[in-house]
């Protein structure tokens, strides 16, 4: 798995007792619980953020070790607006994870992103509003802009493309990923101008969970499935039942691809 060097002062007395190899693993809806995962430990981490979404789980899926976080809370109880995306980053860097995977649920806008298809995003574009979207705020030795020309980190990346193709898993190389504001679902015309933008999904977790991770030198990857195509883009409203459909087939398969990618 690929390493990345932090620019990030959490020294490594400060660090938790994770093994530096295992991957992070933040699940989205559908993937609130890792099956084939065997528990180690599970550990509530404290952060100068407030609390982290669950406590983190430490374990190995299918053999390899993982560190796993529901960003949804263990009941997938939190909307995307409530997440505590600083604390959730926080803490996998303070597990001492270096490449941390965000699993995504999305709405499928550009026509090769249909329900059920798994991407890869490369991009991403940011819809969202008042979120703490920040580590760099106060008490800086000097104002920080991170580079985020591309947003992902490209090792990650290319493992998960690997780790797919080695599953057998049909996955979408790249594509625009707009994060939304939610809870709500968008409207059409919304759906119209990020298609406009040149968004390929929709989803409302990808920021700032992103660019935090980056201020951590974290190296995060998403892999997202679309699970509807957005408001406009079928007949008729969006249903809860074509997601949960969506939902459950296809995290079966992305559950293969992280298998593979956390045993590299
Ligand atoms: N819009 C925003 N987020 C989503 C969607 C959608 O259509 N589907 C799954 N997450």
């Known amino acids: 798995m690929p390493r990345v060097s932090s620019p990030w002062p959490i020294n490594d007395s400060e660090r938790g007792a994770a093994s530096v190899q295992a991957l992070g693993i933040i699940g989205g809806s559908g993937l609130t619980r890792l099956q084939a995962l065997s528990i180690e430990r599970q550990e509530i981490i404290t952060t100068p953020y407030g609390e982290p979404s669950a406590p983190l789980t430490f374990g190995r899926f299918d053999g390899s070790p993982i560190v796993f976080l529901p960003r949804h809370g263990p009941a997938h109880t939190l909307p995307p607006h409530r997440v505590n995306y600083r604390a959730n980053l926080w803490a996998m860097k303070h ?38 979207h920040t580590l760099f705020e106060v008490d ?42 939610g809870p709500r679902l968008e409207s059409a015309a919304e759906i119209t101008r990020m298609e406009r933008d040149g968004c390929d999904v929709v989803g409302m977790t990808g920021m700032p969970e992103a660019s935090l991770a980056r201020e ?31 939902l459950a087939d296809g995290m079966q398969r992305a559950r293969r691809i992280l298998a593979v990618v956390a045993a590299e």
């Open 95 to 132: 597990a001492g994870v270096e490449n941390v995977i965000g699993m995504a649920a999305v709405g499928g806008i550009t026509r090769s992103m249909s329900p059920g298809m798994l991407v890869v995003p490369d991009q991403i574009i940011d819809y969202t509003w008042g979120r703490e």
């Open 140 to 181: 800086l030795p000097a104002v920080t802009h991170i580079d985020f020309t591309r947003p992902y980190c490209d090792e990650l990346r290319e493992a998960l493309l690997r780790g797919a193709h080695r599953a057998g898993v049909a996955t979408h190389d790249g594509g625009t990923y707009g994060a939304t504001q």
């Open 216 to 246: 951590l030198g974290l190296c995060y990857a998403c892999l997202a499935l679309s699970v509807n195509w957005a408001a406009g883009k079928s007949e008729g409203p969006i249903t809860m039942a074509e997601i949960d459909r969506h």
